[in-house]
């Protein structure tokens, strides 16, 4: 467990819970959420948070069996932030009353008068003696617990904001973490502050603490790192090269489905300027070899996660094997959601990792970056050297144009999707619109269509551009390019890249569209 201060977040469902976490680590605090059935008594003594925040959920208290934090969270002498439903299973359990909701439920935005200004968490607060905040409720507090006071109201939650200052427990019925509180983080700051915190999660002590846990965890055992070129991976091999040198090696597989110059960029920026071990597998004829003919999205992304297992498993053997297998899974993906449901959520797509390898081949996992967001590993990456147009490149997933070629996949079609994009993503450096854009790609469609060139007609493949802004890939806008800049775009891609005679732009947003298209 990490060795800086350290906050829990008691997770009851709410669809913005990440959303907390981050704007504690904008603030150097390191915090960590877990779902409320995994927090036990003897959990809260190993972690022992310096602060507790209770999340919000989709429950209602006045439910019977409706989740609960264990009571001790409220012995423990450390500040505690109630947040909507948070906020109601505080009250509930310190005494005060819930209500259901009958008519006066409140969704969106909403607006705060201050009671009293006096409260250490509102400094900065109510400066134009009111603040808008995001409201998403349908129960409220019709009683506040003995101890507290009412600190703001707004029109449908007359307890917006109480608090019981002596014991430091502070119950909001708002999200300050989300975008419509504007003066969300100020909020967290203040709390952050009351409770002691002193901003000690900085991207240069968790450097230093990494490559010592990543010391004491190998050994001198010998790991080995599937690099794809992607910022995770490159990020955690960096890492661990330095801490562990020649002990790593590194596996970059070309499936013959990269982008243009793409494998060698990476392998010379690897190999070269870092030093690292690193083989280059070109395994392109036995991927697309064992593509030809298929069409199907889950059948060719079972192909491709197969294949690269296989290949992967037969570079380790040539290097004598290895004990470890590095991977740069982050935080996101390690958080335990909540289900109320029960069910196992549908698989929408079968996403290629190296899961699967470590049980095969018995190796142990090093994961450095778990601990971290996508940002975070951005700065970890610029605090290691990486540089930044390598940092801030868009994510490309591990089957790569496979699944931006609908339909069967050809030589051709790659060589003309290539090129394609290497003209759409230049057009975008050039309006710089690059940083702006969470992911932009062309895909080819599977579809010929007529068009006329000069005077001769053209029978070619049409293309779809896709560019959609993002937080974390889960849900996703397309992105709104001027109407210039798509006209340009279409004309260069049809005068430059042989094979395309027709250009649309993707406007689906996530849901009910996936980002890619297979
Ligand atoms: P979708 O298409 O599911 O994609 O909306 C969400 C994000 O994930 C990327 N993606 C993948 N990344 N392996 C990866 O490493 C995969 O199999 C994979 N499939 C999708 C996608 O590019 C987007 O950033």
Redesign the pocket.
Same mark, same amino acid.
């Given at each position: 467990m990490t060795q800086h201060q350290r906050l829990l977040i008691i997770d009851f469902g709410s669809q913005v819970t990440q959303l907390i976490a981050r704007r504690l680590r904008e603030l150097n605090v390191y915090c960590e959420i877990h779902p409320f059935n995994n927090v036990t008594p003897a959990f809260l003594t190993e972690f022992a948070p310096m602060a507790v925040i209770l999340s919000g959920g989709p429950a209602s208290v006045i439910d019977e069996g409706s989740p609960r934090p264990p009571a001790e969270v409220f012995d423990m002498g450390v500040p505690v932030l109630g947040i909507c439903y948070g906020q109601q299973v505080m009250m509930h359990m310190l005494g005060g009353v819930v209500e259901r909701g009958t008519g006066t439920a409140e969704f969106g935005r909403a607006y705060v008068t201050p009671d009293d200004k006096t409260l250490s968490l509102l400094e900065g607060w109510f400066k134009d003696d009111r603040e808008q905040v995001w409201m998403s409720h349908g129960d409220h507090v019709s009683q506040i617990a003995p101890g507290f006071q009412v600190f703001g109201t707004s029109p449908n939650a007359p307890f917006a904001i109480t608090a019981d200052p002596s014991r430091r427990f502070y119950a909001v019925q708002f999200h300050p973490e989300v975008h419509h509180t504007p003066n969300g983080a100020a909020l967290y700051a203040n709390f952050v502050r009351e409770a002691g915190f002193t901003g000690d999660w900085t991207m240069g002590a968790y450097r230093e603490q990494a490559i010592a846990a990543i010391r004491a965890q190998v050994g001198d055992g010998k790991v080995i790192c599937a690099l794809s070129g992607g910022v995770d991976s490159s990020v955690a091999a960096v890492l661990i090269h330095e801490a562990i040198g020649e002990q790593l090696t590194c596996v970059y597989v070309d499936h013959g489905l990269m982008r243009e110059n793409e494998s060698e960029e990476v392998v010379s920026m690897f190999r070269e300027h870092y030093n690292l071990p690193l083989i280059h597998a070109d395994e392109s004829e036995l991927f697309l070899g064992k593509l030809d003919g298929q069409s199907d999205p889950e059948t060719k992304?079972k192909i491709i996660g197969g294949l690269f297992i296989d290949v992967f498993e037969r570079k380790a053997k040539e290097i004598g094997g290895a004990d470890f297998l590095a991977q740069g899974t982050l935080y996101p993906d390690v958080i335990e959601s909540v289900s109320f449901s029960g069910g196992p959520s549908v698989t +929408?797509?079968s *996403? *290629?990792?190296v899961g699967g390898l470590p049980e095969k081949m018995g190796m142990q996992l090093v994961e450095p970056l778990r601990e971290l967001f996508k940002d975070e590993v951005r700065a970890l990456g610029r605090e290691l050297g990486l540089p930044d147009s390598f940092i801030g490149r868009h994510?490309? $997933?591990? $089957?790569g144009l496979a +699944?931006r070629c609908p339909g069967e996949i050809t030589r051709e079609k790659l060589d003309i999707l290539r090129k394609a994009d290497a003209v759409y993503i230049d057009q975008i450096r050039k309006h710089g619109l690059y940083d702006e854009i969470w992911?932009a790609f062309v895909a080819i469609l599977p579809v010929r269509t007529v068009g006329v060139m000069g005077d001769g007609r053209t029978y070619d493949f049409a293309c779809a551009l896709r560019a959609v802004t993002s937080v974390d890939?889960m849900t996703?806008d397309y992105y709104p390019f001027s109407h210039e800049f798509l006209g340009e775009t279409a004309t260069r891609i049809i005068n430059e890249v042989r094979g395309i005679n027709r250009v649309t732009y993707d406007i689906t947003s996530?849901p009910p569209g996936? +980002?890619?298209w297979e």
């Amino acid at each position: 467990m990490t060795q800086h201060q350290r906050l829990l977040i008691i997770d009851f469902g709410s669809q913005v819970t990440q959303l907390i976490a981050r704007r504690l680590r904008e603030l150097n605090v390191y915090c960590e959420i877990h779902p409320f059935n995994n927090v036990t008594p003897a959990f809260l003594t190993e972690f022992a948070p310096m602060a507790v925040i209770l999340s919000g959920g989709p429950a209602s208290v006045i439910d019977e069996g409706s989740p609960r934090p264990p009571a001790e969270v409220f012995d423990m002498g450390v500040p505690v932030l109630g947040i909507c439903y948070g906020q109601q299973v505080m009250m509930h359990m310190l005494g005060g009353v819930v209500e259901r909701g009958t008519g006066t439920a409140e969704f969106g935005r909403a607006y705060v008068t201050p009671d009293d200004k006096t409260l250490s968490l509102l400094e900065g607060w109510f400066k134009d003696d009111r603040e808008q905040v995001w409201m998403s409720h349908g129960d409220h507090v019709s009683q506040i617990a003995p101890g507290f006071q009412v600190f703001g109201t707004s029109p449908n939650a007359p307890f917006a904001i109480t608090a019981d200052p002596s014991r430091r427990f502070y119950a909001v019925q708002f999200h300050p973490e989300v975008h419509h509180t504007p003066n969300g983080a100020a909020l967290y700051a203040n709390f952050v502050r009351e409770a002691g915190f002193t901003g000690d999660w900085t991207m240069g002590a968790y450097r230093e603490q990494a490559i010592a846990a990543i010391r004491a965890q190998v050994g001198d055992g010998k790991v080995i790192c599937a690099l794809s070129g992607g910022v995770d991976s490159s990020v955690a091999a960096v890492l661990i090269h330095e801490a562990i040198g020649e002990q790593l090696t590194c596996v970059y597989v070309d499936h013959g489905l990269m982008r243009e110059n793409e494998s060698e960029e990476v392998v010379s920026m690897f190999r070269e300027h870092y030093n690292l071990p690193l083989i280059h597998a070109d395994e392109s004829e036995l991927f697309l070899g064992k593509l030809d003919g298929q069409s199907d999205p889950e059948t060719k992304r079972k192909i491709i996660g197969g294949l690269f297992i296989d290949v992967f498993e037969r570079k380790a053997k040539e290097i004598g094997g290895a004990d470890f297998l590095a991977q740069g899974t982050l935080y996101p993906d390690v958080i335990e959601s909540v289900s109320f449901s029960g069910g196992p959520s549908v698989t +929408i797509k079968s *996403h *290629h990792n190296v899961g699967g390898l470590p049980e095969k081949m018995g190796m142990q996992l090093v994961e450095p970056l778990r601990e971290l967001f996508k940002d975070e590993v951005r700065a970890l990456g610029r605090e290691l050297g990486l540089p930044d147009s390598f940092i801030g490149r868009h994510p490309f $997933p591990g $089957p790569g144009l496979a +699944i931006r070629c609908p339909g069967e996949i050809t030589r051709e079609k790659l060589d003309i999707l290539r090129k394609a994009d290497a003209v759409y993503i230049d057009q975008i450096r050039k309006h710089g619109l690059y940083d702006e854009i969470w992911q932009a790609f062309v895909a080819i469609l599977p579809v010929r269509t007529v068009g006329v060139m000069g005077d001769g007609r053209t029978y070619d493949f049409a293309c779809a551009l896709r560019a959609v802004t993002s937080v974390d890939g889960m849900t996703a806008d397309y992105y709104p390019f001027s109407h210039e800049f798509l006209g340009e775009t279409a004309t260069r891609i049809i005068n430059e890249v042989r094979g395309i005679n027709r250009v649309t732009y993707d406007i689906t947003s996530k849901p009910p569209g996936t +980002i890619e298209w297979e």
